[in-house]
């Protein structure tokens, strides 16, 4: 029996079958459509927090207070011992040459008004070097002044939102706004960004960094931001900015610097491994759909008893009879793979045109193991009942038994 | 030639023994017709099915065109039915979703026969039953007649030595029973052996020869009256 009989006599008797063949293929189908859409969408997570932080730019140091537990992994803020200072940013300035800029950051909560007008908004309190650090633009008006670090000025920069909340269609330059109990005068307005970093950067108010620290009454920075000249150099500086700041806090490491490298190589972990979990969900159901194979070839294979028999009397040894009904499974089983792989892309093309920030593309290898799976499957599941269906007594078949 | 010798098969079932044949010794010459009759139970169905390769003997010789088939592996015994052997059985067993001559060219496709060779072996089995103009219709649009004369062609179209027809009118009406009983008197007359089971005396004394089982052993053994 040539491989095209074959087929064409397995695909003869799946046809006789409408209904049963139908929703076997579906139940393969759901199986390896599942682990396609959602290893996708487990992907597109990655894939958005990556683009986040490669937003960021490669050559970013983020120096935050307190010591993490472990290295490289994300980190875990223990309580604070001492604070990050505006000293300590101006002797890491001073100290470490690699650092080409460096923006001190302070953030806070408070109520903004002008006028009758008022909104609770994020302020962060930075300087000049925010803007290159962090990849923003200025809209209108200017950025910062350059001023000392520790001589704060009554100025802001808004956000577009808090422009178009505050201040309607009015020109907000040189506009008087009060920051909690605070006056700042409206400088500039940031061009529109979006959301970076979990925080809408249309919606902030930015102020020099030691102006936010006397409204918010704090004694320690958020963060420090530095820029490296260069990747290469990221690991040297790193070294040299704790070296740095350990002498400075009496000897102790009590602050955590991560890079984007590591930030994100933690996300990939935690990400990659939800993938691989939603992938581990989806196979179950593909080992339903196996089941499901198994059992329909079983009840196939009892209902076609006599033709079985029929078979061996015209001549079929066992192998070949083996061979059909395994055939009969692959078949199914292939149709049900192809089915799925069809919708897991079609759902996850619609998926990343409905969430566009959403990169939602199912991983090569998800698509090749759920399709060699599910054909696997049909062998494996197709085993079981193509044998009993080889061992027939060739008079018993006949007969029906 | 069909050499049977001191054959005998049993059946276990629970704890006891059914002995379906009985030291059958046995010798039917290329191109007879032997007719096996006897009672329900007297191990017709049985002995046919071992001439057929269907089944092997519990003890004793079956020597096949001078070659011992009783004790083949389970391969080489379908290779001796595919060749040699065309079963016609009382309930046709046609395919029901094959058309007449898909379940014609059936031997042939599971023999490894290439699809040109089949075609035409097809149209000329069929025509030898007369059923060229039915070739597309599928068994539930066939009458009964029409089906068994499916099932001989398919049982003849890979050129056996043997045809073994067991009870093939016993689901025919008189009319079509004696068309199909010309049509395998017909197949033997060039040259076909042909064994066939039947409770009518009618079908049976028109055979060569008549064999009376009575409970698995040979009662008779002789020319019809
Ligand atoms: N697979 C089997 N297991 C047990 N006993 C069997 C088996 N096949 C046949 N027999 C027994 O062997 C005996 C002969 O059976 P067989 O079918 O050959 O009879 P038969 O002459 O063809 O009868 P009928 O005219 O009713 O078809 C019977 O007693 C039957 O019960
Ligand atoms: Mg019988």
Redesign the interface.
């Known amino acids: 029996m040539n491989a095209l009989d074959l087929l064409r006599f397995a695909w003869g008797a799946l046809k006789g079958h409408r209904l049963r063949t139908a929703l076997t293929l579906l139940g393969m189908a759901i199986g390896v459509g599942a682990v396609i859409l959602l290893t996708a969408l487990g992907e597109g997570a990655r894939g958005y927090v990556t683009n986040e932080f490669m937003a960021l730019g490669s050559n970013l140091l983020i120096v935050l207070p307190g010591k993490t537990e472990t290295t490289g992994n994300a980190p875990i803020l223990g309580g604070t011992t001492r604070p990050l200072t505006l000293e300590d940013c101006e002797a890491i300035t001073r100290r470490v040459p690699r650092v080409r800029r460096l923006a001190p950051l302070s953030v806070g909560s408070a109520r903004v008004g002008y006028r009758e007008r008022r909104r609770q908004v994020t302020v962060l309190g930075s300087t000049p070097e925010l803007l290159p650090v962090r990849h923003l633009q200025i809209g209108i008006g200017r950025f910062l002044p350059d001023v000392e670090l520790d001589r704060g000025a009554p100025v802001a920069v808004i956000g577009r939102t808090v422009q178009s909340e505050l201040f309607g269609s009015e020109n907000p330059l040189g506009q008087p706004i009060r920051i909690g109990d605070w006056r700042f005068r409206v400088v500039g307005v940031m061009a529109a960004k979006g959301q970076s970093l979990g925080l809408n950067m249309d919606d902030v108010v930015i102020v020099p960094v030691s102006s936010a620290l006397r409204l918010f009454n704090q004694p320690s920075l958020f963060r420090i931001l530095i820029e490296v000249g260069a990747h290469s150099e990221i690991d040297a500086a790193r070294r040299e900015v704790m070296t740095v700041l350990k002498e400075r806090h009496d000897g102790e490491e009590d602050v955590t610097v991560l890079t984007q490298d590591s930030v994100l190589g933690a996300f990939n972990r935690i990400l990659g491994a939800l993938t691989l979990a939603l992938a581990g969900i989806a196979a179950i159901s593909l080992s339903v759909a196996g089941i499901g194979i198994m059992n329909v070839m079983l009840v196939s294979v009892s209902e076609r008893t006599p033709e079985v028999g029929l078979l061996k009397a015209l001549g079929a040894p066992p192998r070949q009879i083996l061979r059909v009904f395994l055939v009969e499974a692959v078949l199914l089983s292939a149709a049900g793979g192809l089915l799925g792989l069809l919708t897991g892309y079609v759902g996850s093309v619609i998926l990343s045109q409905t969430f566009p920030a959403l990169p939602a593309h199912p991983p090569t290898w998800a698509v090749i193991s759920a399709l060699a799976v599910s054909l696997a499957a049909g062998a494996l599941f197709g085993v079981l009942p193509a044998r009993r269906a080889a061992r027939l007594d060739p008079v018993l078949a006949l007969a029906g038994r | 030639m069909i050499e049977l010798r001191g054959l005998s098969r049993h059946f276990q079932v629970g704890d006891q023994v059914v002995r379906a044949l009985q030291d059958i010794n046995l010798a039917i010459p290329d191109g007879d017709y032997l007719a096996l009759m006897g009672p329900s139970g007297s191990g017709k169905s049985t002995l046919l099915?071992i001439l057929?390769c269907?089944?092997r003997p519990t003890t004793g010789r079956y020597v096949l065109d001078g070659r011992e088939v009783g004790s083949l592996p389970?391969?080489e015994l379908?290779?001796v039915?595919?060749?040699k052997?065309g079963?016609v059985?009382q309930f046709f067993?046609l395919?029901?979703?094959?058309t007449a001559a898909e379940n014609v060219e059936?031997?042939m496709?599971?023999?490894?026969i290439p699809p040109a060779e089949r075609r035409e072996r097809v149209a000329k089995a069929l025509r030898a039953v007369g059923l060229t103009d039915r070739a597309a219709h599928r068994p539930d649009q066939l009458s009964g007649g029409q089906r068994q004369r499916v099932a001989i062609a398919?049982a003849t179209v890979?050129g056996p030595s043997i045809l073994l027809a067991d009870e093939p009118t016993g689901n025919l009406d008189r009319a079509s029973g004696h068309e199909i009983i010309e049509l395998i008197e017909r197949m033997n007359r060039e040259g076909l052996t042909l064994v066939v089971v039947t409770h009518d005396p009618e079908i049976g004394g028109r055979a060569r020869r008549i064999l009376k089982l009575v409970d698995g052993r040979i009662s008779s053994d002789g020319k019809a009256a």
């Open positions: 099915h057929g269907l089944d389970e391969d379908a290779e039915r595919s060749r052997i079963f059985f067993h395919i029901p979703r094959l059936l031997p496709v599971l023999a490894g398919r890979m």
